[in-house]
């Protein structure tokens, strides 16, 4: 049975966090409105809520660096009113920002901000040894603490503000969307490290939209919603079923209700591409998107799938080929750069909103419709924006999209991090396109905005336009997309739509474990403009034994059969893995064709969150 406690009264842990009707406002924003939460001492609590709804607010309060409206704030005790106090009683936050500075050594990064804490105790050589051993511990790996933090990947960056953190062993952590840039097996040493913490006696507080990492690490949760907190739940009540019951305020459940995909009807192409090479070293390949299809796009990090979307938005330049998108009166118009795609209505969604998105010194509403500029001005060579329409467009997306803003003509950054997000996928349907192309867009939004983006974009396809949507969560595209493109070797590698598309042959085909048939289908429209790799063929026409599942293990000749090291991210829907059959059965030609397959490791958890070493068998 789910029991909301709103009042706390359980025997474990002092209460080091108490904060009771917390009011904070930006303008005539009410980010906390009457908030309160409390944490125990040796407890991982998290706070969890839709987009805007207070979250980092409350973690910047807590943290000692936002001073409130109204309410109180008792942290261990006191009430730190600037970073150097709150660093003194032993407070440490890692901010959703990942926060370093590029052109400093991993180790002047660590310990920035600390020398009131340790340049009288610490020589600059144990720093370096100490910089050197924390970053190892945490990322795996050894790292030199001299190598200027901007030639790092951003994983690394993520583990340099994790370190910052954990210089000293801290009485309260908190870890804003801190895990948001650490791929599987980083995610799993960081929560090693918090169950430690929390086991000495720590508070953490952790705020995150990956609600199946959370229901795993978390002791408890507080909810938030619309500045206000409305409910706590204990560990056992830590559900998905429940935490969005909770941030809804309503039974939706969040999910896409069946789970094969849908099928498009129509037949019309919407866009091609011939004898297309993302790269100079990559086969070629020819690719038909039809009306109606929400394609997904898929692979691990640097397949190429990337540059794919982008080469087709007109993003990027393609090595060789060309994409057509077919125009309104029924030609076929070249796309070669952004210029040709939205002229012929190709809108792009970048998930990277730092780096092609947003244009901070503008407002939300400029953000928004300022592609439409143009398209909306009126009245000849004196022409003047229609800003009627232009409004009418923002008040249509911002709706839809569940936007929470205070005025339009606020900043764009004064947005949280989800809404910002949520802005640029405004813009993107504001064009009215007729190809949407999404890369990976909805990290940061919370569960119910993607809800209702999956249900925009289904409709989207369904009034004949089409949708391409690459996602590094596999997850979202179940019963949303209507087929997904596997990449790998900068080229399509698999291809799967109907009964056949499941998370977990989705992710086989991203390490190179599936057969590729999906490429031999005609209703893929994929066909390799090279001659096709022998050795998919030989996979593909011998079934492999056994009624559990089982992944063929390709290794690389000069690889030992040993598949003990490597890590598979486990498949979609919650705690459950991928069921592999680790014995590897190597197979000489395939392996040639893709070097990059790995043997893999299953990684299970029980319904308690903890690990079961060995996984299944
Ligand atoms: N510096 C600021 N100036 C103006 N408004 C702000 C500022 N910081 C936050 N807000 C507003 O306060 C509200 C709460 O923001 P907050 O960042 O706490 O939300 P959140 O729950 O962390 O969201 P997300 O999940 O998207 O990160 C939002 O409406 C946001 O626009």
């Given at each position: 049975m789910t029991s909301i406690a709103p009042e706390i009264a359980q025997p474990a842990g002092r209460e080091t966090i108490l904060v009771r009707g917390v009011k904070k406002y930006f303008?005539?924003?009410?980010?906390?409105?009457?908030?309160?939460?409390?944490?125990?001492?040796?407890?991982?609590?998290?706070?969890?809520?839709?987009?805007?709804?207070?979250?980092?607010t409350m973690a910047k309060v807590v943290s000692g660096i936002l001073p409130v409206d109204s309410g109180t704030v008792s942290i261990l005790g006191e009430t730190p009113s600037t970073p150097a106090e709150s660093r003194a009683l032993g407070i440490s936050t890692v901010?959703?920002?990942?926060?370093?500075?590029?052109?400093?050594?991993?180790?002047?990064?660590?310990?920035?901000?600390?020398?009131?804490?340790?340049?009288?105790?610490?020589?600059?050589?144990?720093?370096?040894?100490?910089?050197?051993?924390?970053?190892?511990?945490?990322?795996?790996?050894?790292?030199?603490?001299?190598?200027?933090?901007?030639?790092?990947?951003?994983?690394?960056?993520?583990?340099?503000?994790?370190?910052?953190?954990?210089?000293?062993?801290?009485?309260?952590l908190?870890?804003?969307?801190?895990?948001?840039?650490?791929?599987?097996?980083?995610?799993?040493?960081?929560?090693?490290?918090?169950?430690?913490?929390?086991?000495?006696g720590t508070t953490i507080l952790i705020v995150t939209h990956r609600i199946a990492e959370l229901v795993r690490i978390s002791d408890r949760a507080t909810v938030f919603r619309d500045g206000r907190d409305v409910g706590v739940l204990e560990k056992a009540d830590i559900t998905e079923k429940n935490l969005l019951r909770l941030m809804t305020g309503d039974d939706r459940s969040g999910g896409h209700g069946h789970a094969e995909a849908p099928v498009p009807t129509n037949s019309e192409r919407a866009m091609k591409a011939r004898k297309l090479a993302v790269w100079p070293n990559s086969k070629p390949f020819d690719f038909d998107l039809r009306r109606g299809e929400v394609l997904g796009i898929a692979g691990l990090d640097g397949q190429g799938q990337d540059a794919f979307v982008r080469v087709l938005a007109g993003v990027m330049s393609a090595s060789q080929g060309m994409v057509q998108v077919a125009s309104r009166d029924g030609s076929w118009q070249p796309v070669r750069n952004l210029a040709e795609a939205v002229?012929?209505?190709?809108?792009?969604?970048?998930?990277?909103?730092?780096?092609?998105?947003?244009?901070?010194?503008?407002?939300?509403?400029?953000?928004?419709?300022?592609?439409?500029?143009?398209?909306?001005?009126?009245?000849?060579?004196?022409?003047?924006?229609?800003?009627g329409t232009l409004s009418t467009l923002f008040k249509r997306e911002a709706d839809n999209l569940l936007i929470k803003f205070g005025v339009k003509e606020d900043r764009i950054t004064s947005l949280s991090g989800g809404n910002q997000q949520k802005v640029l996928i405004g813009r993107g349907f504001a064009m009215r396109p007729d190809v949407i192309i999404l890369n990976d867009p909805a990290r940061g939004i919370d569960v119910?905005?993607?809800?209702?983006?999956?249900?925009?974009?289904?409709?989207?396809?369904?009034?004949?336009?089409?949708?391409?949507?690459?996602?590094?969560?596999?997850?979202?595209?179940?019963?949303?997309?209507?087929?997904?493109?596997?990449?790998?070797?900068?080229?399509?590698f698999d291809a799967?739509?109907?009964?056949?598309?499941?998370?977990?042959?989705?992710?086989?085909?991203?390490?190179?474990?599936?057969?590729?048939?999906?490429l031999a289908s005609a209703t893929f429209g994929l066909r390799p403009g090279a001659p096709q790799a022998s050795g998919m063929a030989a996979a593909s026409a011998e079934p492999l034994p056994g009624d559990g599942v089982r992944i063929r293990v390709d290794m690389p000749a000069d690889l030992k059969p040993n598949p003990v090291s490597q890590v598979l991210p486990h498949a979609a829907g919650g705690s459950s893995p991928a069921a592999v059959d680790p014995s590897p059965e190597i197979s000489a030609s395939h392996a040639r064709s893709i070097p990059a397959a790995?043997?893999?490791?299953?990684?299970e958890f029980g319904e308690n969150g903890v690990r079961i070493e060995g996984g299944r068998r």
């Open positions: 303008g005539p924003t009410r980010a906390l409105d009457g908030a309160s939460f409390s944490a125990r001492a040796g407890e991982i609590h998290a706070i969890v809520g839709g987009n805007g709804c207070g979250k980092s901010y959703q920002e990942v926060l370093v500075a590029d052109e400093s050594s991993v180790v002047d990064n660590i310990f920035m901000g600390s020398d009131r804490l340790f340049s009288k105790t610490l020589s600059q050589d144990r720093k370096v040894a100490r910089a050197a051993e924390l970053m190892e511990e945490l990322s795996g790996e050894p790292i030199d603490p001299h190598a200027l933090v901007g030639t790092l990947p951003l994983g690394l960056k993520q583990w340099i503000t994790i370190a910052r953190a954990l210089l000293s062993e801290p009485k309260i908190i870890l804003d969307e801190s895990s948001a840039a650490l791929d599987f097996d980083s995610t799993e040493r960081l929560f090693a490290r918090m169950r430690a913490l929390r086991d000495r002229a012929n209505k190709v809108a792009y969604v970048s998930g990277d909103r730092k780096r092609e998105g947003i244009f901070a010194s503008l407002s939300i509403f400029e953000n928004m419709v300022m592609p439409l500029y143009r398209e909306k001005k009126r009245g000849g060579i004196l022409g003047f924006i229609d800003r119910g905005a993607k809800t209702e983006l999956y249900r925009h974009l289904r409709n989207y396809a369904e009034e004949g336009r089409a949708v391409i949507y690459l996602s590094s969560e596999i997850e979202e595209f179940l019963g949303f997309a209507t087929r997904v493109i596997v990449f790998r070797d900068g080229a399509p799967f739509d109907g009964r056949g598309l499941e998370p977990k042959r989705v992710l086989e085909a991203m390490f190179g474990q599936t057969g590729g048939e999906g790995k043997p893999i490791r299953i990684v």
